[in-house]
């Protein structure tokens, strides 16, 4: 256990990015009639996502938040292509056609393993897991970068991804998007679901801040002394 990492979604530099926005409009802060400028979380949420050596968690206070992580693992008892093959109806045929095509063994598994990545941190960000189809969620990348989605074949522009690498052939991905995209039953647990184009980019460019590599030592350590705090107050 003590070899193994966590990843935290650092929510105190998600504060302080948020204190120091400039405009009067933002949905994520608001003056008192004292002067005193707080916080506004409409939507807050979080999302969590464990695989290999490493857990996850990543937080939004207005867009929807998914969040997955990948271990590169090589299938013992089949091939690679018999491997990928049991998931051929998760994946539209330009998906599908870039994952068969990546070139080896080992970038066939790695093409397919970041496509899962990122439909999975979607159906988690919007609150149906597994059960939504997930071939109707389709990736457009340029070299993993500038994640674009299609969803019934139709671009979603108010969506936001990320895919980064970690080390030891772990991928994690974030998928920040409009509320009005979760399921029913999510959404009526949301605050807040309307916004103008302003009030909404408001959250949905927000930067994405890196997330902070704690070991499972060190985390306990920091709840050490935040008990150790708050029993001192």
Known sequence: MGS???KMG??????????????STSPLLH???????CFDFP????????????VAIASEPLCLVGLDIVCH???????????????????????????????????????????????????????????????????HHTGWTNISVKVDGILNSQWRFWLSYLGKGH??????????????????SLKQTKFNEEEYNEGLLLPNPRFVLRTVEELFSVIHKAKCSCLSS
Request: aromatic share 16%; net charge neutral.
């Open 4 to 6: 193994r990492h966590i």
């Open 10 to 23: 650092p929510i105190y530099q998600w504060l302080l990015f948020c204190s120091f926005s400039s405009s």
């Open 31 to 37: 003056t008192q009639e004292c002067g005193r400028v």
């Open 43 to 54: 939507n807050f949420n979080f999302n969590v996502s464990h695989h290999g050596d490493y």
């Open 73 to 139: 693992m090589i299938p013992e008892k089949e091939t690679v292509l018999e491997y990928v093959q049991n998931f051929s109806s998760c994946f539209s045929s330009l998906e599908w056609n870039q994952i068969i095509t990546a070139g080896s063994n080992d970038e066939v598994l790695s093409e397919f393993y970041r496509y899962w990545c990122l439909k999975e941190a979607y159906v988690k960000a919007i609150g149906s897991g597994l059960a939504y189809g997930l071939h109707k969620v389709e990736f």
């Open 171 to 188: 991928w994690v991905s974030v998928a920040r998007g409009h509320p009005r995209s979760a399921i029913e039953s999510y959404k009526r």
